[in-house]
Structure formats: structure tokens, C-alpha cells
């Protein structure tokens, strides 16, 4: 357990390092990932090692086992042949690997605890690398997004501060000024141009029209 902590320890330091730089967070995923790569190959290093010297104990206890056993038979035939001496020290070098055999025995049992601990460990490394690849595209999206969104607000920003708007406001009143001034002398225009008593009789007969029009209706209504 130590070994990996060691390992996610300096890649969660990397991290911070790289937070702390306020560095582009696309290129911080991608180090990150590299970071947790390397670690999860060093730390599969150290599991497989670590297995192997498991099975390394699991062989010793096993060697002890049959060296206990092996003895016990020499012993038994000591007694056989009526060697009493020879059995006692074939007895005492049996107890010699049977004291090994329970150390290696002891030991064996502990690492094979470690290896498990360590197997999990490795298995969580690898789901979250696992995790932050399918995550990456989509923080990398958020991200241009985000980028998108602050550009904008920048430039509306950057066109208010340079008073761009105060002066489309001010081009736009002082076109409408210009348009009325072009009506208005149109209009004029008009008024003072050609024969003004004709027109003014022609006014007074479209007026003229528009009452008789009027008054026939009026009448057409009060016979109904």
C-alpha cells in the first residue's frame, strides 16, 4: 500500500503543481494521464514483484514441510533399527524445519494479505485512469466552451469600454436628423413650386367631392 501511495501522492503533487500554474487545462489532462500511467506501470512493477515473492515464501514453506516430513521417516527408521541417538538428532532437525516451516508459513499468510491489498489498489488506479480518459473529451468541450463564452463576454466588454455603442447611437439619431431634413425640404419643395392658385383649387374641389360623397351616403342611410 505504501508503494502506491507514494506513487498517487506525486501524481495528486504534479496536479497541484500544474493548478497552481494556471496552465492550459487540456495539456493538465493530458500530464495527468501521463503521470498516472507511469505510476500504474512502476506500481504493477512492484505488485508482480511482490507476487513473486509470495510464491517465492509459498516454495519455502513448502520446501520446510518436506524436509520435516523427510525426517520424521528417518527418525521412524532410527527407531526401527533400534538407534535411539540417531533418532533423537533426526528429530531435532525435524524440529528445526518445523519451526522454519511455520515462519515461512506466517510470513507467506501476511504477504499473500499485502499482494491482495495491493492487486485492489492497483485495480482502482487503473479504473480511475480508466475514468479520466472517457472524461477527458468532454472536459476538453467544456473547456473551448468556456473559452468561447469568456471571448465573447470580452469583446462586448472591450466594445464598451471604446464607447462603441455611444457613437452607433449617435450615428443612428443624427441619420434620422439628416432624413427629416431631407423631408421637410422636400416638402417645401413642393409647396412653392408651380402654379400655387391652381393648386389650391384643386384642393378645394377634392374636398368639395369628398362632402357630396359623404352627405349621398348619409342620405341613402336615414331613406333605409
Same mark, same amino acid.
Given at each position: 500500500?505504501?508503494i502506491l501511495s507514494?506513487?498517487?501522492?506525486v501524481v495528486?503533487?504534479?496536479?497541484?503543481?500544474l493548478?497552481?500554474r494556471?496552465?492550459?487545462?487540456?495539456r493538465?489532462l493530458?500530464q495527468t494521464?501521463?503521470d498516472?500511467?507511469?505510476?500504474y506501470?512502476?506500481?504493477?512493477?512492484?505488485?508482480?514483484r511482490?507476487?513473486?515473492d509470495?510464491k517465492?515464501?509459498?516454495?519455502?514453506?513448502?520446501?520446510?514441510?518436506?524436509?520435516?516430513?523427510?525426517?520424521e521417516?528417518?527418525a521412524?527408521?532410527?527407531?526401527e533399527?533400534?538407534?535411539?541417538?540417531?533418532?533423537? #538428532?533426526?528429530? $531435532? /532437525?525435524?524440529? &528445526?524445519h518445523?519451526r522454519?516451516?511455520?515462519?515461512?508459513?506466517?510470513e507467506?499468510?501476511?504477504?499473500?494479505?499485502?499482494?491482495?491489498?495491493l492487486?485492489?489498489?492497483l485495480?482502482?488506479l487503473e479504473?480511475?485512469?480508466a475514468?479520466?480518459r472517457?472524461?477527458?473529451?468532454?472536459?476538453?468541450?467544456k473547456?473551448?466552451?468556456?473559452?468561447?463564452?469568456?471571448?465573447?463576454?470580452?469583446t462586448?466588454?472591450?466594445?464598451e469600454a471604446?464607447g462603441?455603442?455611444e457613437?452607433?447611437?449617435r450615428?443612428?439619431?443624427k441619420?434620422?436628423?439628416?432624413?427629416?431634413?431631407a423631408?421637410?425640404?422636400?416638402?417645401l419643395s413642393?409647396?412653392?413650386?408651380?402654379? #400655387?392658385?391652381? $393648386? /389650391?383649387?384643386? &384642393?378645394?374641389d377634392q374636398?368639395g367631392?369628398?362632402?357630396?360623397?359623404?352627405?349621398l351616403a348619409?342620405?341613402?342611410r336615414?331613406?333605409?
Amino acid at each position: 500500500m505504501g508503494i502506491l501511495s507514494r506513487f498517487i501522492n506525486v501524481v495528486r503533487a504534479n496536479l497541484n503543481a500544474l493548478l497552481n500554474r494556471a496552465e492550459d487545462p487540456a495539456r493538465m489532462l493530458d500530464q495527468t494521464l501521463i503521470d498516472m500511467e507511469a505510476a500504474y506501470g512502476k506500481a504493477k512493477d512492484h505488485v508482480a514483484r511482490s507476487i513473486a515473492d509470495e510464491k517465492r515464501l509459498s516454495k519455502s514453506r513448502q520446501d520446510q514441510q518436506g524436509e520435516v516430513q523427510r525426517w520424521e521417516e528417518r527418525a521412524v527408521r532410527a527407531v526401527e533399527q533400534g538407534d535411539d541417538e540417531l533418532a533423537r #538428532q533426526a528429530l $531435532r /532437525r525435524k524440529n &528445526e524445519h518445523a519451526r522454519m516451516a511455520a515462519q515461512f508459513q506466517h510470513e507467506h499468510g501476511a504477504h499473500a494479505a499485502n499482494v491482495e491489498r495491493l492487486k485492489e489498489s492497483l485495480r482502482e488506479l487503473e479504473a480511475k485512469i480508466a475514468e479520466l480518459r472517457r472524461k477527458k473529451s468532454l472536459l476538453v468541450s467544456k473547456q473551448r466552451r468556456a473559452e468561447a463564452q469568456d471571448q465573447i463576454y470580452r469583446t462586448i466588454e472591450g466594445i464598451e469600454a471604446t464607447g462603441a455603442i455611444e457613437t452607433i447611437s449617435r450615428m443612428e439619431h443624427k441619420i434620422e436628423e439628416m432624413s427629416a431634413l431631407a423631408d421637410a425640404r422636400h416638402e417645401l419643395s413642393q409647396e412653392f413650386s408651380g402654379d #400655387q392658385l391652381e $393648386r /389650391r383649387f384643386a &384642393e378645394l374641389d377634392q374636398r368639395g367631392d369628398d362632402v357630396d360623397g359623404e352627405l349621398l351616403a348619409l342620405k341613402q342611410r336615414v331613406q333605409i
